[in-house]
């Protein structure tokens, strides 16, 4: 059954398995992530619950008791704000002045798995479980994934609080809906006056 999961997958299987064997698969469960029009640090934050075991009873810091987590649609994870532009990933070569650098944007082109995995990377504690952590996560940029053959659990993401507007903003708001409509009435009286103008000037 696997080796027919793998067949049908037509991304790199070699990547996609690896590490498998080095993971105690026993008692775990296979938890779905859909990346499609998520949050990316909210979608993140909820990756790093699950594979560090914090939504199960049984919780200790000092075991790797977390669940598979398998990320699907990673290209069409969302950010909010200017991220896609303002922020950048960073790394140095080793030779003097090689700080090399790289837009959210420009990453999500060229690799979307990695800026997932270095979302949650970054929200796990720096010990000895994190390597082992790492290798529950399993992340693919479209909804294909070569582990059709386990018993997978969909993820269901908890509802967005949206934080009630301030008082001061939503009167900025309304001044600034007023604005738009009254240009836009002036916009529409302009161009009637000139259909007029030209009506009469046609007609003399």
Not at 48 to 67: C, E, F, L, M, W
Not at 85 to 104: A, I, M, N, P, Q
Request: charged share 35%; proline share 4%; aromatic share 6%.
């Amino acid at each position: 059954m696997a080796s027919q999961a793998a067949v049908s997958f037509s991304g790199n299987v070699k990547k996609a398995l690896a590490g498998l064997r080095r993971i105690n698969l026993e008692g775990l469960r296979w938890r779905v992530f859909d990346a499609k029009g998520q949050v990316l640090g909210r979608l993140a934050s909820q990756i790093s619950t699950v594979i560090q075991g914090k939504d199960k009873p049984t919780y200790a810091p000092n075991r790797d008791d977390g669940d598979m987590c398998i990320v699907l649609n990673a290209k069409d994870v969302c950010v909010t704000g200017r991220k896609l532009t303002d922020k950048f990933y960073r790394w140095h070569t080793g030779y003097v002045g090689h700080l090399k650098e790289r837009s959210l944007k420009d990453q999500l082109a060229k690799d979307p798995t990695e800026v997932i995995r270095k979302a949650v990377l970054r929200m796990l504690p720096r010990n000895k479980l994190r390597d082992d952590r790492d290798r529950k996560l399993r992340i693919f940029a479209d909804g294909e994934h070569p582990f059709g053959d386990r018993p997978l659990e969909q993820y269901i993401m908890p509802p967005r609080r949206v934080r009630e507007m301030r008082p001061r903003a939503r009167r900025a708001l309304i001044r600034a809906q007023k604005k738009a409509e009254l240009q836009q009435e002036s916009a529409n009286e302009t161009r009637k006056g000139k259909r007029k103008e030209v009506k009469a000037y046609v007609s003399s």
